[in-house]
């Protein structure tokens, strides 16, 4: 569990990612990158789940993006599939592990520059299931998980209203939790034409 949201305009993409990460076995602490940029097509892929398919997927986009015929509709289509594909093995992985399958979940998102359309774009993937497929869903606007504590907070791009926002989904998933699973610094991506920003806008 942690924190992923996204604020969606034509002209710009907002994506905030807390950092807290933990050892599945060990039980270690650490800060993890839930945010990496593809920067050459001015795009970004986020998650909220689980670190090592998270970076497997950016690992396979990355390489992806030095095709001549890359285009951001066909990674788009491609990562529900990539999801798919992967699943089993993450699965066997788990269970090698001895954990608990509910930990099988995952969301992620990528977003950017379409220069097909002219706009920002952003899409939302959901995995869970091995016999489900990846709901594969295009953002129009906001999306925020978990959305919960956030029903009655109005969407910000300002960078103090997104921590206020972030603090609130972290005590939340805390709280529900009954442990930390949120938490340690809010990371901010940001995306204009011509322009990716990424910045720490404080502890959670």
Known sequence: MSILNVLLSSDQLVVTVDTWAEDALSGQRSHGA??????????????????????????????????????????????GRVIDQLWPN?????????????????????GGW?????????????????TIP???????????????????????MATQELLVAGRLQAQYLNASMGRTVAGGRLLLGFLKPGQAVLKDLGAL
Do not use: N
Not at 90 to 110: D, F, H, Q, R, S
């Open 134 to 156: 990846a709901v594969v869903q295009p953002i129009t606007g906001q999306l925020a998980s978990p959305g919960d504590p956030l029903k009655q907070w109005p969407p910000s």
């Open 34 to 79: 839930k945010l990496l940029l593809i920067p050459q097509h001015q795009l970004l892929l986020a998650t909220r789940g689980s670190a090592q398919l998270f970076l497997r997927i950016y690992q396979l986009a990355l390489e992806a993006s030095f095709r001549a015929d890359f285009t951001m509709e066909q990674l788009t289509v491609e990562i």
């Open 90 to 110: 993450y699965v066997k992985a788990v269970e090698a592990a001895g954990l608990p399958i509910k930990m099988c979940t995952t969301e992620l998102v990528l």
């Open 114 to 130: 379409s220069p097909k359309h002219g706009r920002m774009m952003a899409t939302a993937y959901a995995k869970h299931d091995v």
